[in-house]
């Protein structure tokens, strides 16, 4: 008997409770967690967004004009179209300032056909494609 009360440890029992406590706990705190990183990542696309609105500006400033299609969109940010070589004072943005926080290329129109501005930037959410909602939503300027 004595060398049984002296024996130090944990019994099966204790530790398969300590498990589904944890358990729990996880399985009540996991989507709370998920949900605050859908939003910051869509906190981050607009981040994005603003800083490409900035950087547009700017373009605007030195060029005249918004980048067109012809120019490669948004990639006139980053490399001189060819009829602007003499004004264009880029790079205006870093490569990976045209890539939302899912790694998708923000979409770029101009003219705008979303909003009443002169042009649109998209991202289109975790899904990359148009439409959706919760991580996948698109997210615009507006």
């Known amino acids: 008997m004595k060398r049984y009360r002296q024996r130090k440890g944990f019994t099966l029992v204790e530790i398969l409770v300590v498990v589904i406590i944890i358990t729990m706990l996880a399985t009540m705190i996991t989507p709370q967690i998920y949900s605050k990183f859908v939003k910051a990542k869509a906190n981050l696309a607009r981040t994005g967004i603003a800083k490409l609105e900035n950087s547009l500006a700017e373009f605007l400033l030195d060029c005249g004009r918004f980048p067109t299609e012809g ?7 980053r ?8 004004v264009w004072d880029g790079p205006y943005v870093r490569e990976h300032d045209l890539y939302d926080p899912w790694d998708n290329p923000y979409v770029y129109h101009f003219p705008a056909t979303l909003s009443d501005g002169e042009y649109d930037i998209i991202s289109y959410g975790a899904d990359g494609v148009a439409g959706g909602d919760r991580e996948n939503a698109d997210i615009y300027n507006n």
């Open 71 to 77: 120019d490669g969109g948004l990639d006139a940010l």
């Open 79 to 86: 490399v001189a179209p060819s009829d602007l070589l003499e």
